[in-house]
């Protein structure tokens, strides 16, 4: 076997114990990750009342780190050209788990959305690489599948911080659910032990024993040999293409669209992530009932991402996408509303399902809509911009927390921006995708 083309080998692989294991770190990577941006929404309420803030001020303490998932995927992302995926992934579990836990430690805002803000450098950081990961090893017929289980891991963090928030905000104080995000840190000898390092790096830095190593795991049929070559592919040895390729062959509308979409979904997200348990309890319940609605979010949202890939591979992902959109609107306004308990819980369910659930499909329908050379820089550009939206709705909802409004206006506003990504999606061009042809 002279020349051994890696993706190839890669997409066609059958599953087996070397790919459960890349999917078993990245997502428990991902779990950890989900955890150290919930739990600032768990404890907001515990920490108004310890620190003496406004809602509007507790939105920017949310928003710092939010702030630096900006950054943190932007530069973060794109260091492990330079160093290699398996230790850019360290050094963002190193960041999240050490800056969270120091969070704990904070008795002032500005301490304590600074260190937010570290620990967001992390919490973003990871999330492109450990996609990359888990894509790049995936057989390509259930490539989709396992990327969704893996990102289903963001609404397992964001449970587990509730069960925990429930027991340790009541018995020891809020702190103690920062600390706990430190545990991680404990794991990253096992991840450097046994995640494998990027194939088309391992090409670059002439690591070519390695590589075989990886690649007869990978493909148990292979048999190394002391004449394989392995050729970079084209598309890893290219540079990123400029931005304007995605306004190209008819598609300039649609990725503003695109653009709006991944605004509107992620400032849902991020505002109820936020400010759920804080708007429950000013509803009456209880802090321990708060968190469980949380809880439920959470599950709904884990549920949502894994029956909504189900869903898009089975019917066109368009109007899979506008059916979520349009649940989104409906369950997040009648949350507003006095329903009996059992509803409520129902309608938080299909409000997580219908947001953070479909904040994965919308990735993957950008994935589809962009020819391969322009798919990372469409779906990098698309999940930026979105990423203002989820800075903005701590900020925004805190702000209208803060005027007391009654609570189905606050849940109102937040349920907007799910109308105008129905009209959004609707919008695009679906005969311009790359899928299309």
Not at 238 to 263: C, E
Request: aromatic share 12%; glycine share 10%.
């Amino acid at each position: 076997m002279a020349q051994i083309d890696i993706h190839n080998l890669a997409d066609h692989a059958k599953f087996n114990g070397f790919h459960g294991m890349i999917l078993f770190w990245c997502a428990l990577i991902i779990i950890f990750d989900g955890y150290d941006l919930a739990v600032a929404g768990i404890a907001l309420p515990s920490i108004m009342k310890e620190m003496g803030v406004t809602p509007a001020t507790a939105g920017y303490m949310v928003s710092s780190a939010l702030f630096g998932m900006m950054f943190g995927a932007i530069f973060l992302g794109t260091v492990a050209d330079k160093i290699g995926r398996r230790w850019a992934i360290v050094i963002c579990i190193v960041l999240f788990s050490a800056f969270t836990a120091a969070a704990g430690m904070t008795t002032d805002p500005v301490s304590f959305s600074v260190t937010r803000f570290l620990a967001g450098l992390g919490i973003g950081g990871v999330m492109p690489n450990v996609v990359a990961q888990m894509t790049e090893y995936s057989p390509r017929k259930m490539r989709s599948t396992l990327v969704t289980l893996m990102f289903s891991g963001y609404a397992v963090g964001g449970m587990l911080a509730a069960v925990l928030g429930k027991g340790l905000i009541e018995s020891y104080g809020w702190s103690y659910v920062f600390f706990a995000a430190a545990t991680p840190m404990v794991l990253i000898p096992f991840v450097l032990k046994s995640l494998p390092e990027s194939m088309p790096f391992l090409i670059k830095s002439g690591r070519i024993d390695e590589l075989k190593a990886i690649v007869q795991r990978l493909e148990p049929s292979y048999v190394p040999s002391g004449n394989d070559q392995f050729a970079l592919p084209s598309a890893d040895k290219a540079h990123g293409a400029p931005i304007g390729k995605l306004f190209l062959d008819g598609r300039g509308f649609s990725t503003v669209m695109f653009w709006v979409t991944f605004f509107m979904c992620l400032f849902m997200v991020y505002a109820l992530s936020s400010w759920l348990t804080k708007l429950m309890a000013s509803a009456g319940y209880s802090l321990g009932s708060a968190l469980t609605f949380v809880l439920v979010l959470n599950f709904g949202a884990m549920i949502g991402a894994v029956g909504g890939g189900w869903l898009a591979d089975r019917f066109h992902i368009k109007y899979v996408l506008l059916a979520f959109y349009a649940l989104a609107a409906a369950s997040i306004t009648l949350l507003g509303y006095k329903v009996p308990t059992e509803v409520l819980f129902v309608l938080v369910g299909l409000a997580g399902a219908s947001t953070i659930g479909t904040q994965i499909l919308t990735y993957a329908y950008v994935g589809q809509y962009y020819p391969m050379a322009v798919r990372s820089t469409g779906i990098g550009w698309a999940s930026g911009v979105g990423r203002s939206g989820a800075i903005l709705a701590p900020i925004v909802i805190g702000t209208l927390v803060g005027m007391k409004l009654p609570l189905e206006q606050n849940f109102m506003a937040i349920s907007i921006p799910a109308v105008i990504a129905v009209i959004a999606v609707a919008l695009i061009r679906h005969e311009r995708s790359a899928s299309a042809h």
